[in-house]
């Protein structure tokens, strides 16, 4: 059974900063590409960041671009978005994503093959 396991979620002032992980039990883990999404209270899911699965192609939302920075380590099965300057619109849980097809994983979310449980990311004034 595949397994997406976020953490380092939690409560940060604004500003700060916050990195997450998630480590996906995939057998060929490169060949997927990872994302995160993210969702505020009473809002929509959205798109936050892409990665393709050699590391070398990556997406960022506008409202995201030159804070957040998405990387991936192959050999520790893992994926990690790193939040620099963090606002109060950051405040969200945060999930991990991973599907085989670049253009399901951003443009057709409700068809991802494997979601993480998500963590709480929530930024105080």
């Known amino acids: 059974q595949v397994q997406l396991v976020e953490s380092g979620g939690g409560l940060v002032q604004a500003g700060g900063s916050l990195r997450l992980s998630c480590r996906a039990s995939?057998?060929?883990?490169?060949?997927?590409?990872m994302g995160w999404f993210r969702q505020a209270p009473g809002k929509e899911r959205e798109i936050v960041a892409v990665i393709s699965g050699s590391g070398a192609g990556t997406y960022y939302v506008d409202s995201v671009k030159g804070r957040f920075t998405i990387s991936r380590d192959n050999a520790k099965n893992s994926v990690y978005l790193q939040m620099n300057s963090l606002k109060l619109g950051d405040t969200a849980v945060y999930y991990c994503a991973a599907d085989p097809s670049w253009s399901r994983l951003q443009y057709r979310p409700d068809e991802i093959s494997y979601w993480g449980q998500g963590t709480q990311v929530t930024v105080s004034s």
């Open positions: 995939l057998r060929t883990f490169s060949s997927y590409v």
